[in-house]
Protein backbone atom coordinates (compact mmCIF):
# COMPACT_ATOMS: atom_id res chain seq x y z
CA UNK A 1 0.00 0.00 0.00
CA UNK A 2 1.53 3.30 -1.07
CA UNK A 3 1.75 5.64 1.65
CA UNK A 4 1.13 8.98 0.55
CA UNK A 5 1.11 12.11 2.95
CA UNK A 6 4.11 13.58 5.14
CA UNK A 7 6.88 11.71 2.51
CA UNK A 8 9.61 13.11 0.83
CA UNK A 9 7.40 15.93 -1.06
CA UNK A 10 6.52 18.01 1.83
CA UNK A 11 8.65 20.19 3.96
CA UNK A 12 8.36 20.97 7.31
CA UNK A 13 8.13 24.64 6.32
CA UNK A 14 4.53 24.64 6.52
CA UNK A 15 4.63 22.69 9.91
CA UNK A 16 3.84 25.58 12.38
CA UNK A 17 5.99 25.22 16.00
CA UNK A 18 3.96 27.81 18.22
CA UNK A 19 3.05 25.65 20.79
CA UNK A 20 1.11 28.98 23.13
CA UNK A 21 -2.07 27.15 22.67
CA UNK A 22 -1.16 23.73 23.66
CA UNK A 23 -1.23 21.75 26.67
CA UNK A 24 2.28 20.65 25.71
CA UNK A 25 3.23 24.15 27.85
CA UNK A 26 1.55 22.58 30.81
CA UNK A 27 4.04 20.03 32.30
CA UNK A 28 2.61 17.10 33.93
CA UNK A 29 3.10 16.80 37.84
CA UNK A 30 5.57 13.71 37.66
CA UNK A 31 8.40 15.70 35.98
CA UNK A 32 8.81 17.85 39.35
CA UNK A 33 10.60 15.03 40.33
CA UNK A 34 13.41 15.40 37.73
CA UNK A 35 16.69 15.35 39.91
CA UNK A 36 18.49 18.86 40.08
CA UNK A 37 21.85 17.20 40.41
CA UNK A 38 24.58 17.78 37.61
CA UNK A 39 26.02 15.24 36.01
CA UNK A 40 29.45 14.88 35.11
CA UNK A 41 31.68 16.45 32.18
CA UNK A 42 31.68 14.84 28.64
CA UNK A 43 33.94 15.84 25.51
CA UNK A 44 32.56 18.85 23.34
CA UNK A 45 31.40 18.12 19.63
CA UNK A 46 33.86 17.58 17.27
CA UNK A 47 31.56 17.25 14.70
CA UNK A 48 30.95 21.00 14.78
CA UNK A 49 34.82 21.92 14.57
CA UNK A 50 34.85 19.67 11.41
CA UNK A 51 34.59 21.86 8.17
CA UNK A 52 36.20 19.95 5.75
CA UNK A 53 32.37 19.25 3.79
CA UNK A 54 32.59 19.13 0.40
CA UNK A 55 28.98 20.81 -0.81
CA UNK A 56 27.71 17.40 -1.71
CA UNK A 57 28.77 16.15 2.23
CA UNK A 58 26.45 18.94 3.40
CA UNK A 59 23.59 17.05 1.61
CA UNK A 60 24.14 13.93 2.72
CA UNK A 61 22.59 11.94 5.44
CA UNK A 62 25.36 10.61 7.85
CA UNK A 63 26.22 10.25 11.17
CA UNK A 64 27.14 13.64 11.21
CA UNK A 65 24.79 16.41 13.07
CA UNK A 66 22.28 17.26 10.72
CA UNK A 67 21.81 21.45 9.92
CA UNK A 68 17.91 20.64 10.17
CA UNK A 69 15.19 18.05 10.64
CA UNK A 70 13.41 18.47 7.48
CA UNK A 71 11.95 15.35 5.40
CA UNK A 72 14.06 14.91 2.55
CA UNK A 73 13.64 16.83 -0.56
CA UNK A 74 16.10 15.10 -3.18
CA UNK A 75 13.57 12.69 -4.85
CA UNK A 76 9.82 12.62 -4.91
CA UNK A 77 9.19 8.69 -4.18
CA UNK A 78 6.40 7.78 -1.74
CA UNK A 79 7.12 5.47 0.91
CA UNK A 80 5.29 1.84 0.55
CA UNK A 81 4.53 1.19 3.82
CA UNK A 82 5.03 -3.03 4.09
CA UNK A 83 8.75 -2.93 1.75
CA UNK A 84 10.34 -2.08 5.38
CA UNK A 85 10.47 -5.13 6.87
CA UNK A 86 13.88 -5.38 8.19
CA UNK A 87 12.72 -2.13 9.95
CA UNK A 88 13.73 -2.63 13.85
CA UNK A 89 11.19 -2.16 16.26
CA UNK A 90 11.30 -0.18 19.25
CA UNK A 91 8.35 -0.81 21.58
CA UNK A 92 8.09 3.08 23.23
CA UNK A 93 4.58 2.92 24.93
CA UNK A 94 2.73 -0.47 26.46
CA UNK A 95 -0.50 0.28 24.21
CA UNK A 96 0.95 1.72 21.18
CA UNK A 97 -1.22 2.87 18.86
CA UNK A 98 0.90 4.46 16.48
CA UNK A 99 4.46 4.36 14.97
CA UNK A 100 7.27 6.79 14.23
CA UNK A 101 9.67 5.28 11.24
CA UNK A 102 12.89 7.20 11.35
CA UNK A 103 16.68 6.03 11.43
CA UNK A 104 17.44 6.24 7.44
CA UNK A 105 18.79 7.93 5.27
CA UNK A 106 17.26 10.59 2.89
CA UNK A 107 15.39 8.41 0.53
CA UNK A 108 16.21 5.71 1.94
CA UNK A 109 14.30 2.90 3.96
CA UNK A 110 13.74 3.48 7.49
CA UNK A 111 16.09 1.39 9.87
CA UNK A 112 13.78 2.15 13.17
CA UNK A 113 9.95 1.69 14.10
CA UNK A 114 9.40 3.82 16.85
CA UNK A 115 6.14 2.16 18.37
CA UNK A 116 4.17 5.52 20.67
CA UNK A 117 0.56 6.56 21.70
CA UNK A 118 -0.68 8.67 19.42
CA UNK A 119 -2.51 10.60 22.52
CA UNK A 120 0.80 11.58 23.71
CA UNK A 121 2.35 12.81 20.42
CA UNK A 122 -0.45 15.02 20.19
CA UNK A 123 -0.53 16.52 23.68
CA UNK A 124 3.46 17.03 23.40
CA UNK A 125 4.07 18.81 19.60
CA UNK A 126 1.76 21.06 18.00
CA UNK A 127 3.59 19.61 14.86
CA UNK A 128 2.41 16.05 15.11
CA UNK A 129 -1.19 17.70 16.29
CA UNK A 130 -1.56 19.48 13.38
CA UNK A 131 -0.39 17.03 11.57
CA UNK A 132 -3.10 14.68 12.20
CA UNK A 133 -4.98 17.15 10.94
CA UNK A 134 -3.39 17.80 7.58
CA UNK A 135 -3.71 14.23 6.20
CA UNK A 136 0.00 13.73 6.49
CA UNK A 137 -0.68 11.11 9.41
CA UNK A 138 -0.25 7.96 7.61
CA UNK A 139 -1.54 4.20 8.19
CA UNK A 140 -0.04 0.78 7.41
CA UNK A 141 -1.47 -2.38 8.17
CA UNK A 142 0.45 -4.53 10.60
CA UNK A 143 3.40 -6.36 9.34
CA UNK A 144 2.53 -10.33 9.21
CA UNK A 145 4.11 -10.89 12.26
CA UNK A 146 1.85 -8.56 14.60
CA UNK A 147 -1.14 -9.90 15.39
CA UNK A 148 -4.33 -9.25 13.42
CA UNK A 149 -6.14 -6.27 13.57
CA UNK A 150 -6.91 -2.82 12.24
CA UNK A 151 -3.86 -0.24 10.69
CA UNK A 152 -2.78 1.99 12.49
CA UNK A 153 -1.40 5.57 12.05
CA UNK A 154 2.39 6.38 11.55
CA UNK A 155 4.23 9.39 11.22
CA UNK A 156 7.56 9.06 9.12
CA UNK A 157 10.22 11.86 10.58
CA UNK A 158 12.39 13.69 8.43
CA UNK A 159 15.69 13.24 10.40
CA UNK A 160 18.69 12.53 8.72
CA UNK A 161 20.53 9.35 10.08
CA UNK A 162 22.32 10.84 12.91
CA UNK A 163 19.19 12.06 14.70
CA UNK A 164 17.07 9.04 13.99
CA UNK A 165 18.18 6.86 16.48
CA UNK A 166 19.46 7.28 20.03
CA UNK A 167 18.61 10.99 20.28
CA UNK A 168 15.21 10.43 18.86
CA UNK A 169 14.27 7.56 21.09
CA UNK A 170 15.46 9.52 23.84
CA UNK A 171 12.94 12.03 22.99
CA UNK A 172 9.83 9.81 22.83
CA UNK A 173 10.60 7.87 25.92
CA UNK A 174 11.05 11.38 27.84
CA UNK A 175 7.43 12.44 26.43
CA UNK A 176 6.22 8.68 27.24
CA UNK A 177 7.52 8.80 30.90
CA UNK A 178 10.00 5.90 29.92
CA UNK A 179 13.42 7.54 30.86
CA UNK A 180 16.15 6.10 33.27
CA UNK A 181 19.17 7.61 34.58
CA UNK A 182 21.38 7.15 31.30
CA UNK A 183 19.41 10.65 29.93
CA UNK A 184 20.90 12.68 32.86
CA UNK A 185 24.46 12.61 31.22
CA UNK A 186 24.44 13.11 27.93
CA UNK A 187 27.13 14.34 25.60
CA UNK A 188 27.51 17.83 24.18
CA UNK A 189 26.84 16.70 20.66
CA UNK A 190 23.72 14.24 21.76
CA UNK A 191 22.19 17.95 23.46
CA UNK A 192 23.10 19.34 20.10
CA UNK A 193 21.11 17.04 18.21
CA UNK A 194 17.96 16.51 20.90
CA UNK A 195 17.66 20.58 20.56
CA UNK A 196 17.61 20.27 16.85
CA UNK A 197 14.84 17.82 16.93
CA UNK A 198 13.02 19.90 19.98
CA UNK A 199 13.23 22.86 17.27
CA UNK A 200 12.25 20.83 14.09
CA UNK A 201 8.51 19.11 16.35
CA UNK A 202 8.28 21.78 18.82
CA UNK A 203 9.36 19.58 21.79
CA UNK A 204 11.49 22.29 23.76
CA UNK A 205 8.09 22.39 26.44
CA UNK A 206 7.70 18.83 27.46
CA UNK A 207 11.81 18.43 27.66
CA UNK A 208 12.03 21.45 29.92
CA UNK A 209 13.06 20.29 32.97
CA UNK A 210 15.97 18.04 31.10
CA UNK A 211 16.89 20.65 29.12
CA UNK A 212 17.45 22.68 32.24
CA UNK A 213 19.78 19.77 33.73
CA UNK A 214 21.58 19.46 30.28
CA UNK A 215 22.30 23.19 30.43
CA UNK A 216 23.94 23.26 33.82
CA UNK A 217 25.70 20.16 33.09
CA UNK A 218 28.03 21.88 29.96
CA UNK A 219 27.45 25.35 30.96
CA UNK A 220 31.07 26.02 32.43
CA UNK A 221 32.31 24.61 29.05
CA UNK A 222 30.11 26.78 26.99
CA UNK A 223 33.21 29.39 25.86
CA UNK A 224 35.74 26.11 25.15
CA UNK A 225 36.70 25.56 21.21
CA UNK A 226 34.13 23.05 20.25
CA UNK A 227 31.32 24.01 21.64
CA UNK A 228 30.23 26.64 19.68
CA UNK A 229 27.19 25.24 19.06
CA UNK A 230 25.94 26.45 22.55
CA UNK A 231 24.75 29.56 20.21
CA UNK A 232 22.21 27.53 18.73
CA UNK A 233 21.11 25.20 21.71
CA UNK A 234 20.61 28.30 24.28
CA UNK A 235 18.91 30.02 21.32
CA UNK A 236 16.10 26.53 20.90
CA UNK A 237 15.84 26.18 24.72
CA UNK A 238 15.06 30.25 25.40
CA UNK A 239 17.81 30.88 27.44
CA UNK A 240 20.72 33.14 27.66
CA UNK A 241 23.46 31.31 30.02
CA UNK A 242 26.72 32.90 29.08
CA UNK A 243 25.31 33.61 25.10
CA UNK A 244 26.76 37.10 25.57
CA UNK A 245 30.01 35.82 27.09
CA UNK A 246 30.58 33.46 23.82
CA UNK A 247 29.52 35.83 20.98
CA UNK A 248 32.12 38.51 22.74
CA UNK A 249 34.71 35.63 22.52
CA UNK A 250 34.19 34.27 19.13
CA UNK A 251 33.83 38.18 17.51
CA UNK A 252 37.55 38.19 18.62
CA UNK A 253 38.42 34.53 18.28
CA UNK A 254 36.91 34.26 14.60
CA UNK A 255 37.93 34.37 11.55
CA UNK A 256 35.99 36.24 8.73
CA UNK A 257 32.90 33.81 7.77
CA UNK A 258 33.65 32.20 4.39
CA UNK A 259 30.73 29.56 2.78
CA UNK A 260 29.80 29.12 6.43
CA UNK A 261 32.88 28.30 7.39
CA UNK A 262 35.22 30.60 10.10
CA UNK A 263 38.62 29.61 12.00
CA UNK A 264 38.57 30.43 15.55
CA UNK A 265 42.15 31.09 16.63
CA UNK A 266 42.89 30.61 20.77
CA UNK A 267 45.52 29.78 22.94
CA UNK A 268 45.65 26.31 21.93
CA UNK A 269 45.78 27.07 18.07
CA UNK A 270 43.47 27.32 15.47
CA UNK A 271 40.73 25.14 14.10
CA UNK A 272 37.65 25.17 11.67
CA UNK A 273 34.46 26.19 13.04
CA UNK A 274 30.82 25.44 10.82
CA UNK A 275 28.70 28.76 11.40
CA UNK A 276 25.79 27.44 9.31
CA UNK A 277 23.68 27.08 12.15
CA UNK A 278 24.32 30.10 14.71
CA UNK A 279 21.25 32.02 15.64
CA UNK A 280 21.30 34.83 12.85
CA UNK A 281 20.92 37.40 15.41
CA UNK A 282 23.94 36.31 17.38
CA UNK A 283 25.80 35.62 13.92
CA UNK A 284 25.25 39.13 13.03
CA UNK A 285 26.55 39.97 16.34
CA UNK A 286 29.59 38.06 15.99
CA UNK A 287 30.30 39.72 12.67
CA UNK A 288 29.52 43.15 14.19
CA UNK A 289 32.18 42.71 16.92
CA UNK A 290 34.58 41.13 14.50
CA UNK A 291 34.35 44.11 12.55
CA UNK A 292 34.45 46.71 15.52
CA UNK A 293 37.29 45.49 16.91
CA UNK A 294 39.19 45.46 14.06
CA UNK A 295 38.28 48.70 13.00
CA UNK A 296 39.23 50.19 16.13
CA UNK A 297 42.85 48.02 15.54
CA UNK A 298 42.66 49.80 12.29
CA UNK A 299 42.61 53.39 13.88
CA UNK A 300 44.81 52.76 16.82
CA UNK A 301 47.40 51.89 14.41
CA UNK A 302 46.34 55.40 11.98
CA UNK A 303 46.49 57.89 15.19
CA UNK A 304 49.73 56.55 15.71
CA UNK A 305 51.41 57.15 12.83
CA UNK A 306 50.07 60.51 12.32
CA UNK A 307 50.91 61.76 15.34
CA UNK A 308 55.02 61.02 15.12
CA UNK A 309 54.17 62.10 10.83
CA UNK A 310 53.26 65.94 11.98
CA UNK A 311 55.25 67.48 14.83
CA UNK A 312 52.66 70.14 15.46
CA UNK A 313 50.88 67.10 17.07
CA UNK A 314 53.66 66.29 19.50
CA UNK A 315 55.25 69.57 19.89
CA UNK A 316 54.71 69.97 23.17
CA UNK A 317 56.44 66.28 23.88
CA UNK A 318 59.12 66.76 21.96
CA UNK A 319 60.72 69.90 20.33
CA UNK A 320 63.58 67.89 18.20
CA UNK A 321 62.94 67.16 14.40
CA UNK A 322 65.73 64.24 14.47
CA UNK A 323 63.51 62.32 17.42
CA UNK A 324 60.79 62.70 15.92
CA UNK A 325 62.33 61.21 12.83
CA UNK A 326 63.78 58.61 13.89
CA UNK A 327 60.41 57.46 15.79
CA UNK A 328 58.42 57.89 12.52
CA UNK A 329 61.32 55.73 10.58
CA UNK A 330 61.36 52.87 12.72
CA UNK A 331 58.06 53.05 13.53
CA UNK A 332 57.67 51.88 10.00
CA UNK A 333 59.93 49.55 9.74
CA UNK A 334 58.14 47.86 12.88
CA UNK A 335 55.08 47.72 10.65
CA UNK A 336 56.20 45.70 8.30
CA UNK A 337 58.25 43.96 10.08
CA UNK A 338 54.62 42.43 11.87
CA UNK A 339 53.16 42.29 8.78
CA UNK A 340 50.95 44.37 8.58
CA UNK A 341 52.04 46.65 5.91
CA UNK A 342 49.30 45.39 3.90
CA UNK A 343 46.40 45.65 6.33
CA UNK A 344 47.85 49.38 6.61
CA UNK A 345 47.64 49.74 2.94
CA UNK A 346 44.13 48.08 2.38
CA UNK A 347 42.60 50.14 4.47
CA UNK A 348 41.95 47.72 6.81
CA UNK A 349 41.00 44.89 5.11
CA UNK A 350 41.80 41.66 7.54
CA UNK A 351 40.54 38.14 6.77
CA UNK A 352 42.18 36.28 10.35
CA UNK A 353 40.76 37.45 13.81
CA UNK A 354 40.87 40.13 15.51
CA UNK A 355 42.89 38.70 18.28
CA UNK A 356 45.40 37.50 15.73
CA UNK A 357 45.89 41.48 14.87
CA UNK A 358 45.64 42.83 18.17
CA UNK A 359 48.58 40.01 19.18
CA UNK A 360 50.76 41.26 15.60
CA UNK A 361 50.04 44.98 16.92
CA UNK A 362 51.54 44.59 20.17
CA UNK A 363 54.75 43.96 19.14
CA UNK A 364 55.11 47.33 16.87
CA UNK A 365 57.60 49.93 18.30
CA UNK A 366 59.84 52.84 17.40
CA UNK A 367 62.79 53.90 18.56
CA UNK A 368 63.71 57.60 19.48
CA UNK A 369 66.87 60.21 20.13
CA UNK A 370 67.51 58.96 23.71
CA UNK A 371 68.09 55.54 22.49
CA UNK A 372 71.48 57.04 21.22
CA UNK A 373 72.02 60.00 22.79
CA UNK A 374 72.01 59.84 26.42
CA UNK A 375 71.53 63.76 26.91
CA UNK A 376 68.45 63.73 25.67
CA UNK A 377 65.26 63.56 26.97
CA UNK A 378 61.42 64.20 25.85
CA UNK A 379 57.81 62.09 26.39
CA UNK A 380 58.08 60.45 22.76
CA UNK A 381 58.96 56.92 24.46
CA UNK A 382 55.63 57.36 26.80
CA UNK A 383 53.53 56.52 23.18
CA UNK A 384 54.38 52.84 23.51
CA UNK A 385 52.47 52.28 26.25
CA UNK A 386 50.06 54.81 25.58
CA UNK A 387 49.39 52.65 22.03
CA UNK A 388 49.15 49.14 23.83
CA UNK A 389 46.59 50.25 26.13
CA UNK A 390 44.99 51.89 23.21
CA UNK A 391 44.83 48.86 21.44
CA UNK A 392 43.82 46.61 24.25
CA UNK A 393 40.94 49.85 25.43
CA UNK A 394 37.17 48.19 24.54
CA UNK A 395 35.29 51.78 24.93
CA UNK A 396 37.40 53.73 22.51
CA UNK A 397 34.79 54.84 19.89
CA UNK A 398 36.85 57.89 17.55
CA UNK A 399 40.23 59.26 16.78
CA UNK A 400 39.96 61.75 19.18
CA UNK A 401 39.82 59.50 21.91
CA UNK A 402 42.97 57.03 20.79
CA UNK A 403 44.94 60.12 20.32
CA UNK A 404 44.40 61.30 23.96
CA UNK A 405 44.97 57.36 24.90
CA UNK A 406 48.73 57.42 22.93
CA UNK A 407 49.82 60.78 23.84
CA UNK A 408 48.42 61.19 27.06
CA UNK A 409 49.13 58.19 28.68
CA UNK A 410 50.14 58.64 32.49
CA UNK A 411 52.71 55.75 32.36
CA UNK A 412 55.66 55.84 30.19
CA UNK A 413 58.19 53.07 29.35
CA UNK A 414 61.27 55.18 29.44
CA UNK A 415 62.63 58.10 31.95
CA UNK A 416 60.68 60.76 32.21
CA UNK A 417 62.30 64.60 31.54
CA UNK A 418 64.92 65.54 33.94
CA UNK A 419 63.84 68.20 36.88
CA UNK A 420 64.38 71.71 35.40
CA UNK A 421 66.81 71.68 38.71
CA UNK A 422 69.02 69.20 37.49
CA UNK A 423 69.25 70.39 33.52
CA UNK A 424 72.11 72.46 34.24
CA UNK A 425 74.09 69.69 34.75
CA UNK A 426 73.83 68.28 31.10
CA UNK A 427 75.33 72.05 29.95
CA UNK A 428 77.50 73.75 32.80
CA UNK A 429 80.77 72.22 33.10
CA UNK A 430 81.38 74.57 36.51
CA UNK A 431 78.27 73.24 37.74
CA UNK A 432 79.65 69.78 36.68
CA UNK A 433 82.45 70.49 38.78
CA UNK A 434 80.67 71.59 41.79
CA UNK A 435 78.18 68.22 41.27
CA UNK A 436 81.68 66.04 41.49
CA UNK A 437 83.61 67.30 44.03
CA UNK A 438 80.19 67.17 46.41
CA UNK A 439 79.53 63.75 45.26
CA UNK A 440 83.82 62.69 46.54
CA UNK A 441 82.95 64.10 49.75
CA UNK A 442 79.68 62.55 50.53
CA UNK A 443 80.61 58.91 49.37
CA UNK A 444 84.41 59.20 50.90
CA UNK A 445 83.50 60.85 54.31
CA UNK A 446 80.58 58.02 55.11
CA UNK A 447 77.08 60.07 54.17
CA UNK A 448 76.22 61.98 57.03
CA UNK A 449 73.38 63.86 57.30
CA UNK A 450 75.71 67.30 57.54
CA UNK A 451 76.69 66.36 54.36
CA UNK A 452 73.52 65.72 52.46
CA UNK A 453 72.28 69.23 53.52
CA UNK A 454 76.04 70.22 51.96
CA UNK A 455 75.59 68.39 48.34
CA UNK A 456 71.79 70.13 48.56
CA UNK A 457 73.34 73.33 49.26
CA UNK A 458 75.95 73.16 46.55
CA UNK A 459 73.33 72.31 44.19
CA UNK A 460 71.13 75.44 45.03
CA UNK A 461 74.16 77.19 44.92
CA UNK A 462 74.88 76.02 41.22
CA UNK A 463 71.45 76.15 39.34
CA UNK A 464 70.82 78.47 36.92
CA UNK A 465 69.01 81.16 37.22
Not at 261 to 270: E, H, K, L, M, Q
Request: charged content about 20%; overall charge negative; hydrophobic content about 35%.
Amino acid sequence: MAAKGWGPRISTDKLKTAESSRRANSLPESWANVPTATPPQSEPDTNTTNAKHTASDKQACSSSVPGSCDPPTDTEQNYQILDFPDATDIHIADNWDCAIFGGGCCGGNPAYRYLVCGAVLHEASSVFAEERDAEALLTFTRHPNYPEGEPIPAFFTGLCGGCSSRELEAILRIIHFKADDRLFDIDFRSLMIIARICAGYSLQGPLRPWSEIWLRKHESKALLPGYESWLQITDIFGTNKRVEELVELLGDECSGIVEDTAIRYGADGSQPVVTINWPAKRRAQIISRRNFRIGHLYGSLWVLILSLKHPYVTEDHCSSKKCLALAYGSLLLSIQEAGLQDFLNSGGIWRGSARELENAMSRITFETLDSIRLSHRCLIPGFRAGFKSCILSRDLTNDTDRLNKIICYEEFDSPPPLDQNLKFLQSDPLSNMWFLVALFIFVHLGGSTILVLLLLLLLLLCRKP
